[in-house]
């Protein structure tokens, strides 16, 4: 078994706290090597416990017993350098003076990996499982898309070895006496089914951030989640989980969490379902905003099962590394649940009514309010995940922030409508400077955060703060009753319910069938965005803009009049 106690009681840093490398086999010293796997199971392998802890262990030994780098069994091998490479991406939370270079272990594990995919099976398939996780909690934007194939091909092999289907997972039954091998069965069974929904929680992942099918649907599956039984006895708060043996209270709880997890992330594969893809099937509006609030019943279900958790207070002392996993932090769930919300509120091919629904635009407004002030204080708190999947999460929530709350000034300095309609959607009350100037700075700092460790998300903070300048300022002249100054032409009065001009972009004409006031209040926030169109297409994850951010931006910028097309 992979302990905590025995690994912690094995580990040694030179004086200075500082990593230190073994030349010899380029590999970190065991007492090293045992912590930073301490800091995989105690996080990483909470949220995708696909590797049996029995099997990393046997590795670790294996790897350092060998006599020479030839002699190590190419899948241990494997095994070792990738949960070393994902593990160190956790060091910023060990107070370590230095810092592992993660590629080198990453870079070492692919000359193996056709000796772990030529082996077939559950192997090949972890070995697939494992770069997918490395490179979606790296800080590379570049491997999003290659995540996203990757994780194709581990949904097919888990089609492949029958994954997705109840009977495969069924224990059959023993003889007297063969109680030992049972359990050794059970366990197996245990891991692959383990092994498929961590697939599914990734494919959703990677589809959403991209705008993009999934490849393991629901209606393909008829295994079930691992099964979760009631813990009657208590257990230490900061007790390491995911290194327990099957059956133990500690197993128990740990399979809650990720059970809890895998459960969100297939509402996310609904919401992408039902509101997030172009389809020549479109449904009326009525049909979708009942599809939305039946989605966001269920969202808040799982909200309150978070209460079932066996998660460790925030006001808890840092005093072990369980306490610093984002997965034990209640924050976490509460930031999953309002990004969730975005994702069924924010504009949609299906259905985009923000400007024209109050009870939408505050939803959206509430939400990323909320999730940026999580982020910030997971930040503060050294529990957040810096990864290009924060990098989009945090993003998306400050730019919904702006949107929401420019449709709210617009509205209020804009009505009543020419036509005589009813007035558009509107916050319940103004937001005051301070708390403008206080929400859009935390989301720049963790943005800035990012920006630190890889320059994709440069781009992504510079772009923030140039809008979230603008809208101050238009809050300010909002309130200060001063007119908005602009030298921009205002746009004609006349309303326009379609595009003129066919978009070569995912967003179908059925996203823009909402009437659009023309009438506009000319705000410094708009012309902000036509000013960093240009930017924002960089940030774009997916090469046919079907993404969320090209998604957003791309309906404000048609509400104000303008054909994206003239952008791209």
């Known amino acids: 078994m992979v302990g905590q106690s025995s690994r912690v009681a094995s580990a040694r840093t030179d004086p200075t706290g500082s990593l230190s490398i073994n030349t010899a086999s380029s590999l970190p010293p065991r007492g090293m090597a045992t912590e930073i796997l301490d800091a995989y199971c105690n996080h990483d392998r909470l949220c995708y416990p696909f590797l049996s802890p029995k099997a990393l262990d ?7 017993e060998a006599g020479s780098p030839d002699a190590i069994d190419p899948a241990d091998g494997f095994l070792i350098d990738m949960t070393l490479a994902i ?17 080198v272990h990453y870079n070492r ?20 499982l494992l770069i997918c996780q490395y490179r979606m909690g790296t800080t590379s934007h570049d491997t999003s898309t290659n995540v996203w194939h990757l994780i194709g091909v581990a949904a097919r092999t888990c089609f492949e070895l029958g994954l997705h289907k109840s009977s495969t997972n069924a224990l059959p039954h023993s003889q007297d006496g063969d109680d030992v091998d049972r359990d050794a069965r059970a366990e197996d069974l245990e891991i692959k089914r383990r092994c498929f929904w961590s697939a599914v929680s990734m494919d959703r992942i990677a589809s959403l951030i991209l705008g993009r099918p999934l490849a393991i649907q629901l209606d393909d599956i008829d295994t079930e989640l691992p099964q979760i039984e009631t813990v009657a006895v208590e257990v230490p708060i900061h007790q390491s989980l995911s290194t327990a043996p099957l059956g133990t209270p500690e197993w128990q709880m740990a399979t809650t969490i990720f059970v809890h997890i895998v459960r969100y992330r297939l509402i996310c594969g609904k919401i992408l379902n039902s509101l997030h893809r172009s389809t020549i ?18 969202l808040k279900e799982w909200h309150a099962g978070t209460t079932n958790l066996p998660l460790i207070p925030a006001d808890a002392p840092l005093a072990s590394p369980a306490s610093r996993s984002s997965f034990r932090s209640e924050e976490w769930y509460t930031l999953l649940y309002h990004n969730g919300i975005l994702m069924l509120f924010r504009p949609s091919p299906s259905i985009c009514d923000a400007s024209q629904n109050s009870n939408v635009l505050q939803h959206m407004f509430d939400s990323s309010q909320e999730a940026i002030k999580l982020y910030a204080n997971l930040h503060r708190s050294r ?29 209020i300095q804009n009505r009543p409508l020419p036509n ?51 809208v101050v300022a238009d809050v300010v002249e909002a309130q200060s009753g001063q007119p908005q ?19 070569d972009i995912s967003l179908t004409g059925a996203l823009y069938e909402h009437s659009t006031n023309q009438n506009f209040v000319n705000m410094t926030v708009d012309e902000t965005l036509r000013d960093c169109f240009g930017d924002l297409q960089n940030i774009y994850y997916d090469q046919y803009h079907s993404d969320a951010i090209a998604q957003l931006s791309q309906e404000w910028l048609f509400g104000l009049g303008d054909n994206p097309s003239r952008y791209f």
């Open 281 to 298: 099937n479109r449904e009326s509006n009525a049909s979708y905003e009942v599809t939305r609030e039946a989605l966001a019943q269920e």
């Open 109 to 128: 594990a692919m000359t193996r990996l056709g000796d772990v995919l030529g082996r077939g099976g559950i192997t090949a398939l972890q070995g697939l």
């Open 87 to 103: 593990g160190t991406a956790q060091v910023y939370k060990l107070n370590w003076n230095g810092i592992w270079d993660a590629e």
């Open 383 to 411: 529990k957040i995940n810096y990864s290009w999947v924060t990098l989009h999460s945090i993003f998306i929530a400050g730019l919904s922030y702006i949107y929401a709350l420019r449709n709210h000034l617009q509205h």
């Open 420 to 470: 005589g309609n009813a007035a558009n959607a509107t916050l319940r009350s103004t937001p005051t400077i301070s708390q403008v100037v206080n929400d859009t700075r935390a989301c720049s700092k963790v943005l800035v955060a990012l920006s630190e460790r890889w320059a994709m998300a440069r781009n992504c903070s510079e772009v923030f703060d140039r809008l979230s300048d603008a």
């Open 485 to 503: 100054a602009s030298a921009a032409a205002p746009f004609p009065s006349q309303q326009t319910p379609h595009m003129t001009q066919q978009v």
């Open 58 to 64: 046997r590795a670790l030994d294996a790897v350092y």
